[in-house]
């Protein structure tokens, strides 16, 4: 049964990181109504960079940015790992062609806050996306769901998404609600999901000889690891660390300047390459931050009228690069979901029984895959790090007379599984791999004699 109403299905997005204006171009493309609430700025100058995996690229595609993401980088070239003792060369492969090869799209990797400024320009029509917004209150109803806003404004919707990170307001107000609905249905063991092994200093620096352009380059330590991601005119790098003792998100570290500096003193004289060492890069940045990094997949994605994509609902550690796709994913999976509520009741809004329904569907499409991204990540991470001795031996010693290209096709096939926005109309890249779900193919129209 559906709610007879004058009013459109409005969707209230809290959040203008990568989820949250993916879903914003997916909903505009749609023509669904919504509203973006976000309680800074876009495009902050936090963070170092993204990678835009193929699968994702493809996505980016769907809803008419890739092009203007592409303009803005260049493709990578080589995987490289370097020597932890002396910088010389250990691994040079033409990884992210051969992956090109298989899946048709591009690797890309640009400066994070320069992603986003993207999303938002090439946004059609800006006046949904409202910036100073912080949420105060949410309350669900029956027949619609409200937030309360700090400035005293409300918004009134059918559905609030919180794409709004790893420190959900969001996904708080949606525990209180469900717990009071259903008492323990959030249990305190899923409040302490999230959990930190590792943290990550993070930058930007001019690029520098020694490293290549274009390039990705690993320098793997007992306990930690150098990533380096270049670009013609910048190094992204990443340092991750692994802790004394796992961090549980209840016991939040809000890291300093001064820890930062403490970290790059530790690591300063640490080879990146034969004729650099992590100090020059660190002398030279431009921006830098010291983050944990937190894992963990919820249990519960959605309740009532509230749902989560993004670090909000599931968080990965950076070595694989899945979480950039991870949160593009979650975004067209649930602009798909609201989709189809909305086209089954064209004259009227679906019912709250019938909005639970497609958010179980949401849920039910991401976790499986969400899980799978979750550990391979964790796996890379102490893989890189050299968490026990078989790591060790395969990542100095195996990996380097094997080369990575065995794990070409595993890579593939996890990319080659993810979702595609269903309505879009573009014609799609295709490679060796297959889509398992592929966009189908316009029919042409044939010019009148």
């Not at 595609?420 to 779900?437: F, I, K, M």
Request: net charge neutral.
């Amino acid at each position: 049964m559906h709610q007879t109403t004058d009013k459109p299905f409005r969707v209230i997005i809290v959040g203008a990181g990568v989820s949250g204006l993916i879903l914003a171009h997916a909903l505009q493309l749609a023509k669904t109504d919504f509203v973006l609430l976000e309680k800074g700025v876009v495009a902050p100058p936090w963070g170092s960079s993204i990678t835009v995996m193929a699968s994702a690229a493809r996505l980016l595609h769907q809803i008419g940015v890739l092009e203007a993401v592409e303009k803005r980088c260049t493709p990578m070239n080589l995987f490289c790992t370097n020597h932890p003792l002396t910088g010389a060369p250990v691994l040079k492969e033409k990884w992210f062609s051969v992956l090109r090869e298989k899946l048709g799209y591009p690797d890309l990797t640009l400066e994070r806050r320069e992603f986003l400024q993207i999303l938002y320009d090439e946004l059609p029509d800006k006046s949904k996306v409202l910036t100073g917004k912080r949420v105060k209150h949410v309350e669900d109803k029956e027949e619609e769901i409200s937030v309360e806003l700090a400035d005293g404004s409300v918004e009134k919707g059918d559905l609030v998404v919180g794409g709004d990170g790893v420190h959900s307001t969001i996904r708080g107000a949606m525990w209180a609600t469900a717990n009071k609905a259903i008492p323990g249905f959030i249990s305190e063991k899923e409040k302490q999901t999230m959990v930190a092994t590792y943290n990550c200093l993070l930058g930007i620096a001019p690029m520098q000889p020694g490293l290549g352009t274009n390039d990705m380059t690993m320098i793997c330590n007992d306990g930690f690891t150098f990533q380096n991601l270049c670009q013609p005119d910048a190094i992204y790098f990443m340092i991750h660390h692994k802790l004394p003792e796992p961090i549980r998100h209840s016991k939040r570290v809000r890291y300093t300047d001064e820890d930062a500096e403490k970290v790059a003193a530790k690591y300063a004289n640490h080879r990146l390459s034969e004729n650099l060492v992590f100090g020059d890069l660190w002398r030279s940045r431009t921006r830098a931050h010291l983050v944990s990094l937190e894992e963990g997949v919820l249990e519960h994605f959605f309740f009532g009228r509230t749902v989560l994509i993004g670090d909000a609902a599931h968080k990965v550690t950076p070595n694989a690069a899945m979480g950039g796709l991870s949160a593009i994913e979650d975004s067209i999976a649930l602009a798909n979901a609201i989709h189809g509520l909305t086209q089954s009741h064209p004259n009227g809004k679906p019912s709250k029984d019938e909005v639970t329904t497609a958010l179980q569907q949401y849920q039910d499409e991401r976790k499986p895959r969400l899980q799978r991204i979750h550990d391979d990540s964790a796996m890379v991470t102490r893989l890189m790090a050299h968490d026990t001795w078989y790591f060790y031996l395969l990542m100095r010693w195996i990996l380097p007379m094997i080369g990575l290209f065995p794990l070409v096709h595993t890579i593939s096939k996890l990319g080659s599984q993810g979702p595609r926005l269903r309505y879009a109309e573009n014609d799609e890249v295709q490679g060796t791999v297959p889509w398992s779900d592929p966009q189908p193919k316009r029919q042409k129209k044939i010019a009148a004699a």
